[in-house]
């Protein structure tokens, strides 16, 4: 996303390639290894883990700096996990390695309080600019302008600020529009208001294709077609306004309906009603699927119909569960909770397990698959899909960590410390959160196992164990319970040998 075909400049302000010492700093990009990250934090995020998806998606980022959508990501797994500020471990990862590291570490700072802290925004804006992340600068600058605009804290400078590192990415327009905040502040600035009118004339000249006008069909070739390419925008845009959603779904329903058995006419109709997000769209969506897949037999279009009948069944979940909240949880309505989730999660296994026999090459299904089958309480068939997907890249500490508890639940003690100790192994960061509940379940396997056996040596792994998280995050879960708990039975095995 070079917004406006900038080009970087050299020491002499010369156009063409960035300096080499300029390309260095900006890092390698490596979408390979970003889709890694991307793919593990999805992962974390279907699991509620949103404070290690968070951190996923920002290391992913820093191999494809240009990805805006992982950023998006990031801010709202920041929103889901509910934290104030990232912890140590939480920052560990961008520890200084990679050039981007100050970017993601002043990102990492600003998405938990969006509003509060926009000025933490406003410095990550300044060091992605600094190391010509200008598609990542511009989105940064663009949140942070909409909060400092409702803001009686934000001050001229503030917007001189982004009015200037919007004109070094490349964002001319946004660059005009901090401009004409700022001199709203301050109607007196003369010079500003001068700077303000060639921002403006800058940004014209880049939006109207002036700066190719010598080069064959330049300005007229724009002109010419600025329609079609306010179709493609609006297509490609992740923050469409409501009547540019219409437009793409006009569109897609016209070329839809020109070759209504074409699989990629089908697709992106159904794209387009999806992005709509009515609940009148996603039922003309589910239609179009299941109509699309008898004529094209293509079982991909069953699966897009399947995700929407899915997501379709955990927001109306979702609302039970608020309502009952609201009207007061006794007994039962957490019964009528449970059996309603039970009933959807039944229907989301009968899905997926179709979609592994149709792509039975598709670990991540199975993986999927088996953490449905284990929130269903159908731990046996969780643990066969599980086993089948441990070499999923990617996903092998959360594949060991639920058959960790599996294996608990159906009380095969050894077999859930074996996965448990296998999924420890393969964390980097043994004190991270990630090890978090991994630790917590391997103590409450050793503590039944103490129990069980009037072990001590299990009792007094597992004591270490408690007193590691709580000196890590004490509000975790019952720690302080369970530490208290294996305290005392540490002496009274004790006293017995």
């Known amino acids: 996303m070079a917004l406006f075909g900038k080009k970087k400049t050299d020491g002499n302000g010369n156009g063409g390639n960035p ?88 990102v990492l700072n600003w998405a938990p309080n969006l509003v509060g802290n926009w000025q933490q925004g406003l410095k990550a804006m300044e060091l992605a600019g600094k190391q010509s992340a200008d598609e990542a600068a511009i989105w940064i600058g663009e949140g942070v302008f909409k909060i400092a605009q409702n803001d009686q804290k934000a ?16 964002g001319y327009d946004q660059a005009t529009k901090s401009g004409e905040v700022a001199t709203k502040l301050d109607p007196t600035d003369g010079q500003l208001l001068a700077r303000v009118k060639n921002m403006s004339a800058e940004a014209t000249m880049a939006a109207g294709g002036f700066e190719n006008s010598n080069q064959q069909g330049g300005f007229r070739g724009r002109v010419k077609d600025s329609d079609k390419q306010r179709e493609l925008e609006e297509e490609d845009r992740i923050d469409k306004s409501a009547s540019a959603l219409e437009r793409v779904v006009a569109r897609a329903k016209a070329d839809y309906e020109s070759r209504p058995d074409d699989l990629n006419s089908i697709k992106k109709y159904g794209k387009a009603l999806r992005d709509l997000g009515t609940p009148e769209a996603e039922a003309t969506a589910i239609e179009l699927y299941d109509t699309g ?33 609201a009207e007061g949880l006794d007994e039962p309505a957490k019964q009528e909770l449970a059996k309603a989730k039970q009933k959807v999660l039944a229907y989301e296994a009968k899905l997926m397990s179709a979609w592994v026999e149709a792509y039975p090459t598709n670990l991540k299904m199975k993986v999927d698959l088996g953490r449905t089958y284990k929130d269903l309480g159908d731990h046996e068939k969780a643990i066969e899909q599980l086993q089948q997907a441990q070499g999923t890249p990617g996903q092998a500490v959360r594949v060991a960590a639920m058959l960790g508890e599996c294996f608990q639940a159906m009380g095969w003690m050894d077999e859930a410390e074996d996965s448990y100790r296998n999924a420890l192994d393969k964390v980097e960061n043994q004190q991270g959160d990630e090890s978090l509940g991994l630790r917590y379940g391997l103590m409450s396997v050793l503590e039944t196992k103490a129990r069980d056996e009037r072990s001590l040596a299990h009792a007094e792994e597992a004591f270490k164990l408690a007193s ?17 708990s294996l305290q005392a039975l540490v002496k009274e095995l004790r006293s017995a040998a």
Do not use: C
Request: glycine letters at 6%.
């Open 468 to 484: 590691g998280i709580a000196t890590q995050q004490i509000g975790y879960r019952d720690i302080r319970d369970r530490r208290a």
């Open 293 to 325: 897949h008898e004529v094209t037999k293509a079982f991909e279009l069953r699966q897009l119909g399947d995700e929407l009948r899915i997501r379709k069944n955990r927001r109306t979940l979702a609302l039970m569960a608020k309502k009952k909240q």
């Open 19 to 106: 300096p080499q010492d300029v390309a260095a700093a900006a890092g390698a990009p490596d979408p390979d290894k970003a889709q890694k990250f991307f793919e593990h934090a999805r992962s974390m995020s279907d699991s509620g883990n949103h404070i290690y998806a968070m951190t996923l998606w920002l290391q992913g980022w820093r191999f494809e700096p240009s990805n805006t959508t992982a950023l998006e990501k990031t801010v709202e797994a920041a929103l889901q996990a509910g934290i104030k500020k990232p912890s140590k471990d939480q920052l560990s990862p961008f520890n200084g390695k990679h050039p981007l590291d100050k970017v993601a570490v002043a």
């Open 155 to 170: 001050k001229k400078q503030h917007f001189v600020q982004l009015m200037d590192l919007f004109a070094d990415a490349g």
